[in-house]
């Protein structure tokens, strides 16, 4: 099983950038395909952006489409989760995650399997 650890969060004011990082360790990080996640206060855990193990194709939530952009390096053994044009709507604890086998297209966390800690991002206005 995959260990994830995001980084790359912190405070930053409407309209700035943050690159979020999710570190996997072992030798399989390149059999998973990636997904991000967030958890604003007082509301549900919403899918955000996924990506093949490949890095070649990738789908987004309506809500962050053109905004964020998922990508990962696998000789690093690190998924990332580009944030452009922050809004205050965008604060929550961010979080990746391995997706199950043929779960290819999923949005709900059931598909997930392997989870990290999170990131806490709050933006400001």
């Known amino acids: 099983q995959v260990q994830l650890v995001e980084s790359g969060g912190g405070l930053v004011q409407a309209g700035g950038s943050l690159r979020l990082s999710c570190a996997a360790s072992?030798?399989?990080?390149?059999?998973?395909?990636m997904g991000w996640f967030r958890q604003a206060p007082g509301k549900e855990r919403e899918f955000v952006a996924a990506?093949?193990?490949?890095?070649?194709?990738?789908y987004y939530a309506d809500s962050v489409q053109g905004r964020f952009t998922i990508s990962r390096d696998n000789a690093k053994n690190t998924a990332y989760l580009q944030i452009n044009n922050l809004k205050p709507e965008d604060t929550a604890v961010y979080y990746c995650?391995?997706?199950?086998?043929?779960?290819?297209?999923?949005?709900?966390?059931?598909?997930?399997?392997?989870w990290g800690q999170g990131t806490q991002v709050t933006v400001s206005s």
């Open positions: 990506i093949d193990m490949s890095g070649s194709f990738t």
């Open positions: 995650a391995t997706q199950t086998r043929f779960s290819w297209g999923a949005t709900e966390g059931t598909a997930f399997g392997s």
């Open positions: 072992g030798r399989t990080f390149n059999t998973y395909n």
